[in-house]
């Protein structure tokens, strides 16, 4: 920590003027293939340098924390989740993490939003019809989606993307129901008109649409299980734009398949890359690659709070997002 310049590996390819001013800082080195550092890989790096910038992909377990580096003392994640990091671990050896909160909110909520409409007014099959030249023309049964003014959005963590999402779909005429560890604020309440339900399971069974927005931890796992899933009506649809792994998606897949379930909007799956074969011959599942927070403005803005964070480290600070055990301090 008392060096000029700080040994940086970056595992994934990051916006061109994050990289230079990263160049500018630090001794750092890049990943200029924009590949998934294999684990080898990852073993050196964690072996080799001061600060380790990892992003989704890259599991940073137990395992790997144990053979890293005695000058490994900061992990700047580049993104907000850190599901892929043992948090334990990395503080059990005097490790800091720090994420990026906030600056991917209104990228992801857009996104969500997007999905809510494509899904109930089926959009993507419309587009892949017009593709394939098999269009008959119009006629007043042909078609038909479900309205969503009206409705009621369900949505399952009421953080930054949570609220960003519900002052969009307030806009859209979908009345606003929501679950969370704990409640917000009441003028937040009052000025979303938003409903608290303290039962999970009960708000489930009353909602139109369920958007899952919550942080993927041990204690969300598969949180919309099998017999949750079945709780949900057969007119309902579901959109996941946080994390595969809350959604138990083997159960999901023979719902829509029995029609138990009317539509899914996935951004996310449990193991990405890899996508549970069982969605791709489902015509009422729009399927996304993880893209959710894919702007250009939303990945430079996530690379200046990694220099941020490192920066203030660097200079024998606490780093502003530091991460403990899932929370943000």
């Known amino acids: 920590m008392t060096k000029c310049k700080p040994r940086v590996i970056v595992t994934r390819k990051v916006p061109d003027e994050i990289e230079t001013r990263m160049m500018e800082l630090f001794e750092t080195r890049l990943n200029v293939d924009d590949g998934p550092l294999s684990a080898d890989d990852l073993r050196q790096a964690v072996q080799g340098c001061d600060v380790l910038v990892p992003t989704v992909t890259d599991r940073i377990d137990a395992d ?3 053979v890293a580096g005695t000058d490994l003392k900061l992990i700047a994640n580049f993104g907000n989740g850190v599901d892929h990091i043992d948090l334990a671990a990395a503080q059990a050896r005097g490790i ?3 994420n990026t909160p ?3 909110t209104e990228d992801t909520a857009d996104m969500t ?3 809510i409409l494509a899904v109930p007014r089926r959009l993507v099959e419309g ?10 023309g119009w006629s007043p049964s042909f078609m038909l989606g479900r309205r969503i003014w009206g409705k009621r959005l369900g949505i399952v963590g009421m953080g930054r993307i949570g609220t960003a999402l519900a002052r969009r779909a307030r806009g859209f ?3 606003i129901h929501y679950h969370n560890r704990n409640r917000v604020a009441a003028e937040i309440e009052s000025d979303l008109e938003a409903t608290y339900w303290d039962s999970l399971d009960q708000m489930l069974a009353h909602m139109d649409i369920v958007s899952v927005n919550c942080p993927h931890t041990p204690a969300t796992y598969h949180l919309l299980s099998a017999r949750r899933l079945k709780l949900l009506r057969k007119e309902a649809f579901i959109v996941n734009t946080a994390r595969g792994g ?3 998606e083997n159960a999901l897949i023979v719902m829509l398949k029995a029609g138990d379930l009317m539509g899914a909007g996935l951004d996310v799956y449990e193991d990405e890359p890899e996508v549970k074969p069982g969605f791709f011959n489902l015509d009422n599942v729009v399927m996304l690659p993880h893209m959710g927070s894919a702007t250009l403005e939303g990945r430079v803005a996530t690379g200046e709070l990694v ?12 780093p502003p997002d530091r991460v403990i055990a899932g929370t943000t301090i």
């Open 64 to 66: 790997l924390l144990e």
């Open 96 to 98: 800091t993490v720090t």
């Open 102 to 104: 906030g600056v991917l």
């Open 113 to 115: 939003m997007a999905l």
């Open 127 to 136: 587009e892949r019809m017009m593709r394939s030249g098999e269009w008959p």
């Open 173 to 175: 005429g979908l009345s």
């Open 246 to 248: 809350v959604v138990d």
């Open 307 to 318: 220099l941020i964070n490192i920066r203030t480290f660097m200079d024998g600070h606490k």
